[in-house]
């Protein structure tokens, strides 16, 4: 591996085992919240600093340079203005012992450069991105801020190239499939939000709501798969070549790396570009009409995610939902059906201990998705709003729906895959070929394969629960 190479690895790992404590921490410097901005702004030059705590009643709050930015487009009086007007209370708070990587998405995930450092109700300081940054001795993947700046799909390109990097140094380092998972969720949906506002006109973004949906949506996505997404426009409102826009979008996510979807899930497609009293109708038909494709178009649209514009339709669509099914339990069973739609039977055991080179086992097909679904079958018959498989079983177990243990397992044997199949997929990638879902058992290596024993013996537990709770067998 060329020296570069093995700079970057070590800065990546660097990054993703230390702790927020091995960070330089900025000490908490306090001002009067009843201080004016002008006073306040004088303090802080005098002692060099770019941010400063203040307390107000129970309250901790931050002010910042660009707090002071903000305070000054608003016209705010410098002079008679309290720092607790033109401060911010919200603060996101981080504990000493946590990872540095858990501290970056925290930054990430709230759009914010500062974290405030706490030991219970003891402030230690302030740790800022500039900060983190430095830590890790110029580290080249910080990629959220390559998006946020893109001025075009060239520059997005770039950045979605860095997030394939630093999918393959994540995984060579041991980091857990879920944490590598819920980063890449983060920096895909920020790039999905950046693209849209470079290619969709303001209004158009202010009056619709563009989500994504399938993994991409639970935040279980990590190579670039097909692209799974829609749009929701507010009622009444009529943008001008909306079709062109649509196009555009779509092809910019292909140069992109992310291929269009072999079933038209995407914004191209007028079924998945409507306004929302017309979706809403759309989604009656798919629980109450013979349509085939109902349940499927459904399942689809109980992962979406709001990505960029008015979340509200979104969860406008979700409350239709939520209104109409009402513990629909002929829908439900065909719903759950689904999970023996792609059936290993009894043969899988043979095929993981075959030694032919010919026999391939489709993982998300035997795998992944019986998980994924039966978990989605629970959430919508309990009316859960939780999008990712874990997050919805952890949901489950409170409400007793679902055994603690058999959750625990399914999360595991949900990790388990996505950790193979994206072992998988690097090498084919490495190798020239195109990342799929298809894997030899002869490639796999022992621990893999008892692994994947494991994983496979408890999807199919959780399938006989689910045949029996939704009498399967009757249908």
């Known amino acids: 591996m060329p020296t570069a190479a093995l700079d970057v690895q070590r800065e990546m790992l660097l990054l993703v085992t230390a702790r927020v404590r091995d960070a330089y921490l900025r000490r908490p410097v306090y001002v009067d919240a009843a201080l004016d901005l002008a006073s306040v702004c004088r303090e802080m ?15 901790l709050g931050l002010f910042t340079t660009t707090d ?12 008679r203005v309290p720092v607790r007007d033109a401060a911010r209370f919200e603060l996101i708070t981080v504990r000493p012992d946590c990872e540095l990587f858990e501290a970056l998405w925290l930054m990430e995930r709230h759009r914010v450069h500062r974290l ?26 910080i990629v959220a801020l390559q998006i946020d700046e893109a001025a075009n799909v060239a520059d997005l390109g770039r950045a979605a190239a860095r997030i394939d990097s630093m999918i393959e140094l994540l995984h060579d380092g041991g980091i857990k499939i879920e944490r590598i998972a819920r980063l890449v969720n983060e920096l895909n949906a920020r790039l999905f939000a950046r ?5 969709a006109p303001p209004d158009l973004v202010a009056n619709s709501c563009l989500v994504v949906m399938g993994s991409e949506g639970r935040g279980e996505q990590i190579l670039k798969t ?18 062109a826009v649509a196009a555009r979008f779509n092809g910019a996510l292909s140069e992109l790396g992310y291929p269009p979807c072999p079933g038209d899930i995407m914004l191209t497609n007028p079924l998945w570009r409507q306004p929302l009293a017309a979706f809403r109708e759309t989604i009656r038909d798919w629980l109450f009409a013979a349509d085939p494709q109902g349940p ?10 709001a990505v960029a514009g008015d979340r509200s339709l979104l969860d406008s669509a979700r409350d239709h939902l939520d209104n109409i099914f009402a513990g629909n339990d002929a829908f439900l069973a065909r719903f759950a059906s689904a999970v023996d739609q792609f059936s290993a039977g009894g043969g899988w055991w043979s095929w993981l201990t075959t030694r032919r080179d010919d026999t391939q086992l489709d993982l998300k097909k035997i795998g992944t998705f019986p998980i994924v679904h039966g978990v989605r079958v629970l959430a919508l018959q309990h009316r859960l709003r ?10 489950l177990v409170e409400r007793e729906a679902i055994d603690g243990e058999l959750a625990r397992d399914l999360v595991d044997a949900l990790h388990c895959l996505m950790g193979i199949k994206l072992t998988h997929q690097l090498r084919q990638r490495a190798a020239g070929e195109t990342p799929g879902n298809l894997v030899r058992p002869a490639d796999l290596g022992t621990l893999e394969r008892e692994a994947l024993n494991r ?14 709770r939704f009498r399967l067998d009757a249908l």
Do not use: Y
């Open 226 to 243: 097909d692209q799974d997404n829609a749009l929701l426009l507010r009622d009444g409102f009529e943008p001008a070549g909306l079709d």
């Open 45 to 59: 030059a005098r002692l060099n600093v770019t941010s400063v705590l203040l307390r107000d009643g129970e309250r």
């Open 116 to 141: 405030v450092v706490c030991e219970g109700a003891q402030v230690l300081g302030v740790l800022a991105q500039l900060d983190l940054v430095s830590f890790v001795a110029s580290h080249s993947h």
């Open 195 to 199: 693209l849209w506002s470079l290619l």
């Open 455 to 468: 994983a496979l013996a408890i999807v199919k537990r959780f399938r006989a629960l689910l045949a029996q």
């Open 386 to 395: 939780e999008l990712g498989t874990a997050a919805r079983l952890r949901v």
């Open 296 to 305: 499927m178009r459904l399942a689809i649209f109980f992962d979406a995610a």
């Open 68 to 79: 002071l930015r903000d305070a000054v487009v608003r016209g705010m009086s410098l002079e």
